[in-house]
């Protein structure tokens, strides 16, 4: 709660450059799957992408990472395809003791085996392993969050899961949602709203409530911004504010309502960026935020490698010395990942309210 009310101090001085909430780590840019949506990775993109570092250098990533920042997200690619992903997760927890871990995943691997094998030779072995650690995985994290769009294995086959692994995919999550309380982790579905996974969203809604299961909506981005198609249908804005009037009623969905407001109105946010920095797997961190440094321009970019420095504040130090401070006026992007905690900055009632609730607006964006 300190650092949140210390950003409120920041933001009455117009200070954009706030202190970060948690950190996302990429642990790898490979990944198995391919999704139609992914503007960052996939399997198409294996070959061109920063190699998965090596047990060591992770660690001391998150070493530096948590000389400054106490909550952790692992994300991909697809976390799972690290063979060391168990090992890092327990240095995470035991040894560097973030007071809270969140994992991302596409979730094939998680449980089972894939019903088909997946192409490269150096994959499969990688599958293997992964598979064999992956309740090693469980037991470490608060929050395990899983991509599924649909219940529908052709909707998946169209934007995201292949039908070999459709079904895989979905009875992995039911078995995934069974041990929550006994490994003491909450399960997240996150769904991505395209115009073809809109039609089973309400079905996918009732999964969650009959599983036990939070879930959380993004619609599709494309640039950074809501999909055209998906902001001028009227069925868009019907899920919308159905999710807002099923929140009401105390439907664990994630997401405040100041965010769905915003994708009603598609109205700007004042975005502080640095509230969730970006680590790529070979340490670069990312300043102000993964959007501008995929720009490439002067405002952002790959400021400082971790690798390289001693301590989070050196590293915070020598991106702001390089990139300056964070934009005061940007509207470049809706991107859930960074308006959401910019928006429960910005309002602290509602933070507040979504807090009691025991849902934790902080930390609400996956990816
Ligand atoms: S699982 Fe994630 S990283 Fe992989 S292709 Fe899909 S969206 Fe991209
Ligand atoms: S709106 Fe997007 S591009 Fe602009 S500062 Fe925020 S995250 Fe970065």
Same mark, same amino acid.
């Given at each position: 709660?300190?650092?949140?009310?210390?950003?409120?101090?920041?933001?009455?001085?117009?200070?954009?450059?706030?202190?970060?909430?948690?950190?996302?780590?990429?642990?790898?840019?490979?990944?198995?799957?391919?999704?139609?949506?992914?503007?960052?990775?996939?399997?198409? $993109?294996?070959?061109?992408?920063?190699?998965?570092?090596?047990?060591?250098? *992770? @660690?001391?990533?998150?070493?530096?990472?948590?000389?400054?920042?106490? $909550?952790?997200?692992?994300?991909?690619?697809?976390?799972?395809?690290?063979?060391?992903?168990?090992?890092?997760?327990?240095?995470?927890?035991?040894?560097? @003791?973030?007071?809270?871990?969140?994992?991302?995943?596409?979730?094939?691997?998680?449980?089972?085996?894939?019903?088909?094998?997946?192409?490269?030779?150096?994959?499969?072995? +990688?599958?293997?392993?992964?598979?064999?650690?992956?309740?090693? &995985?469980?037991?470490?994290?608060?929050?395990?969050?899983?991509?599924?769009?649909?219940?529908?294995?052709?909707?998946?086959?169209? &934007?995201? &899961?292949?039908?070999?692994?459709?079904?895989?995919?979905?009875?992995?999550?039911?078995?995934?949602?069974?041990?929550?309380?006994?490994?003491?982790? @909450?399960?997240?579905?996150?769904? &991505?709203?395209?115009?073809?996974?809109?039609?089973?969203?309400?079905?996918?809604?009732?999964?969650? *409530?009959?599983?036990?299961?939070?879930?959380?909506?993004?619609?599709?981005?494309?640039?950074?911004?809501?999909?055209?198609?998906?902001?001028?249908?009227?069925?868009?804005?019907?899920?919308?504010? @159905?999710?807002?009037?099923?929140?009401?009623?105390?439907?664990?969905?994630?997401?405040?309502?100041?965010?769905?407001?915003?994708?009603?109105?598609?109205?700007?946010?004042?975005?502080?960026?640095?509230?969730?920095?970006?680590?790529?797997?070979?340490?670069?961190? !990312?300043?102000?935020?993964?959007?501008?440094?995929?720009?490439?321009?002067?405002?952002?970019?790959?400021?400082?490698?971790?690798?390289?420095?001693?301590?989070?504040?050196?590293?915070? +130090?020598?991106?702001?010395?390089?990139?300056?401070?964070?934009? !005061?006026?940007?509207?470049?992007?809706?991107?859930?990942?960074?308006?959401?905690?910019?928006?429960?900055?910005?309002?602290?009632?509602?933070?507040? !309210?979504?807090?009691?609730?025991?849902?934790?607006?902080?930390?609400?964006?996956?990816?």
């Amino acid at each position: 709660m300190l650092p949140y009310l210390q950003n409120l101090l920041r933001m009455t001085r117009g200070d954009f450059t706030l202190a970060p909430r948690l950190a996302v780590y990429y642990v790898t840019m490979q990944c198995n799957l391919n999704c139609a949506y992914c503007e960052d990775f996939g399997a198409r $993109r294996n070959h061109q992408v920063t190699p998965t570092p090596r047990l060591e250098d *992770a @660690k001391r990533i998150l070493r530096v990472i948590r000389s400054g920042v106490d $909550r952790l997200w692992l994300t991909g690619g697809e976390p799972l395809l690290v063979s060391h992903l168990a090992e890092l997760l327990a240095y995470a927890r035991n040894e560097l @003791k973030f007071r809270e871990i969140s994992l991302i995943t596409n979730g094939v691997l998680l449980f089972r085996k894939p019903t088909t094998e997946i192409t490269e030779d150096t994959e499969k072995s +990688r599958l293997k392993t992964s598979v064999d650690s992956v309740f090693s &995985v469980v037991k470490h994290v608060d929050r395990l969050i899983v991509s599924l769009d649909s219940l529908e294995p052709q909707t998946l086959n169209q &934007v995201s &899961v292949p039908d070999a692994y459709a079904n895989t995919v979905i009875e992995n999550v039911r078995a995934a949602a069974t041990l929550q309380k006994e490994h003491h982790f @909450k399960l997240i579905l996150n769904a &991505v709203i395209t115009p073809e996974t809109l039609p089973g969203l309400d079905a996918l809604l009732a999964f969650c *409530a009959e599983n036990h299961i939070r879930i959380s909506f993004s619609p599709q981005s494309v640039n950074n911004l809501p999909r055209y198609e998906l902001v001028t249908s009227a069925e868009y804005r019907a899920f919308i504010e @159905k999710l807002v009037a099923l929140k009401k009623q105390g439907a664990p969905i994630l997401g405040s309502l100041s965010y769905f407001k915003m994708l009603l109105d598609q109205t700007p946010y004042e975005c502080y960026p640095t509230l969730i920095p970006r680590i790529l797997p070979d340490g670069w961190l !990312t300043y102000p935020c993964r959007p501008m440094e995929k720009a490439g321009g002067e405002q952002g970019g790959r400021a400082v490698n971790l690798l390289n420095v001693q301590s989070w504040d050196e590293a915070w +130090r020598m991106a702001a010395k390089t990139y300056g401070d964070a934009p !005061t006026s940007c509207v470049s992007c809706f991107q859930q990942c960074y308006a959401e905690p910019s928006l429960m900055q910005a309002h602290p009632f509602e933070y507040l !309210t979504e807090k009691f609730r025991g849902m934790d607006p902080g930390t609400y964006a996956p990816g």
